[in-house]
Nanobody, 128 residues
């Protein structure tokens, strides 16, 4: 079982930068794909960014391309989401997740159902 804990959320202004962190414990995530999702009030949870187990492939939803960067440090069991040029519409609870169904998976999972362990989320609020 994997335990995930996000941190780094907060209140920022439009155009600011923010870095979210996700710490995994109880089990290494170095062999598994990781993803960041977000959920705004009244909306479904949506995919934001994903990263391959070895960090050699990253992919994003269109609305954050060029502004957000996902990265990982397998030695530290950490995943990060660097957010820049944030917009009001980026306001949401952000979750990190891992899929442990497939070892060293080279696909690009995007659906919440593709991931089996989730953190508790961290709130990001962007004011205008």
């Amino acid at each position: 079982q994997v335990q995930l804990a996000e941190s780094g959320g907060g209140l920022v202004q439009t155009g600011d930068s923010l870095t979210l962190s996700c710490k995994a414990s109880r089990r290494t995530i170095s062999n598994y794909a990781m993803g960041w999702f977000r959920q705004a009030p009244g909306k479904a949870r949506e995919f934001v960014a994903g990263i391959r187990w070895d960090g050699l492939n990253t992919y994003y939803t269109d609305s954050v391309k060029g502004r957000f960067t996902i990265s990982r440090d397998n030695d530290k069991n950490m995943v990060y989401l660097q957010m820049s040029s944030v917009k009001v519409e980026d306001t949401a609870v952000y979750y990190c997740a891992t899929q442990t169904k497939y070892l060293r998976y080279t696909g690009t999972p995007r659906a919440p159902a593709d991931f089996d362990y989730w953190g508790q989320g961290t709130q990001v609020t962007v004011s205008s």
